[in-house]
């Protein structure tokens, strides 16, 4: 086993192992007591358990992985945010 399988196996399931640019429509949205806000979606990773994770950037630069189910897609014929994942929608109704 080389250097690079060693730190491999080693690695957490769900540690990134590529970065992904992520579209500029893509946004996490927040819900906090009666407020709603939307934050972009910096970049998207593709985990070691290959699964696809979101991530956003706070207001002085800090990236944190979003929850699947809170990221929308914005559309600009309806000026609405969607739900981006039909998985997370059917989670949700469940």
């Known amino acids: ?4 399988e060693k730190i491999y196996n080693q690695l957490h399931h769900d540690a990134p192992i590529q ?13 906090e007591a009666d407020e709603v806000w939307y934050s972009p979606v910096v970049c998207m990773a593709l985990s070691k358990a290959h699964n696809i994770n979101f991530y956003d ?25 969607e739900q ?4 997370a929608q059917k989670e949700i109704t469940q």
């Open 1 to 4: 086993m080389n250097d690079k």
């Open 84 to 87: 981006f994942s039909k998985m």
């Open 57 to 81: 950037s706070d207001d002085v630069g800090c990236i944190d992985k979003a929850a699947t189910c809170s990221i929308k897609k914005f559309n600009p014929e309806t000026g609405e945010f």
């Open 19 to 31: 970065n992904i640019p992520a579209p500029e429509n893509l946004f996490v949205e927040y819900i």
